[in-house]
């Protein structure tokens, strides 16, 4: 599996930096198997054949789990964290995200399945002694906090948080009630609506069920999605090939 995931990402270099952004510029960060009411799993054989195999992708559960084994593999010390993601309305659901940390020189995050990150690393500084990633989608830090970090973005000069992470490893299975409120629950963001991302050279790629959305430049435009188009964004933005059943009833 490891060889074919290094053929399947264009043979990185081996820098950490490397992997993360050659995972991320070829899987787009995506929900259409929850939208599908296709069962999620985390197993790696049918990562494997979902992701590799099949040119899907899929959202932070198993974007990073994936993504976990393989810096393993490759010989990096890599684990799964929780984390608590920010919205403007407020937290959501307590420790729902899976994200990634690398041990190295530092700690880094290595997180390839949020949809809003850099590709590239963030070493968690404490405040004041943090380090700024500059990326084509804006400026980034990874802070410690009292019990944990924060994941920020910068907005209008100051830094908001993205996501409060959680230094303590998990396994796949400590995700699993989480994980089945983001397939099944109404409430979910993920049940309500499709999510499909992916950063490009020249800024990022974003697709719901009703605006496909390009951001070049920090500059934003907007196309309508309908059934007779939405496959064709599909292939041509993310480079994938799946029916997505709630489009295909849209008259």
Not at 73 to 96: C, F, I, L, M, Q
Not at 112 to 117: A, I, P, Q, R, S
Not at 183 to 204: A, E, N, V, W
């Amino acid at each position: 599996m490891i060889e074919e995931m290094d053929r399947f990402l264009g043979h990185p270099s081996g820098r950490l930096d490397d992997y993360i952004s050659s995972y991320m510029k070829r899987v787009p960060f995506e929900n259409i198997d929850v939208q599908n009411e296709v069962p999620v799993s985390v197993e790696l054989d049918n990562l494997s054949e979902k992701i590799i195999t099949r040119g899907r992708g899929g959202f932070c559960y198993e974007m990073n789990t994936l993504f976990r084994y393989y810096l393993n593999e490759k010989g990096y010390e890599a684990y799964n964290v929780a984390a608590t993601v920010k919205n403007p309305d407020g937290w959501t659901r307590e420790g729902s995200h899976m994200s990634t940390l690398v041990k190295a020189d530092a700690l880094y995050v290595a997180d390839v399945g949020f949809g809003d990150l850099p590709v590239k690393a963030m070493p968690i500084r404490p405040i004041g002694q943090e380090i700024t990633i500059d990326d084509v989608n804006g400026r980034y830090r990874a802070v410690e906090v009292n019990d944990g970090f924060e994941v920020q973005k910068e907005n209008a000069g100051v830094f908001e948080t993205l996501y409060k992470g959680y230094f303590e490893p998990r396994r796949p299975e400590d995700f699993n009630d989480n994980m089945d409120y983001n397939q099944h629950h109404p409430d979910s963001i993920f049940t309500r609506h499709l999510i499909i991302t992916m950063p490009k050279s020249y800024g990022r790629i974003s697709m719901t069920e009703s605006n496909l959305t390009i951001t070049m430049d920090g500059e934003k435009e907007k196309f309508e999605v309908t059934r007779s188009n939405y496959q064709k964004y599909l292939n041509e933005y993310f480079g994938l090939d799946v029916k997505i059943d709630r489009l295909e009833k849209d008259s």
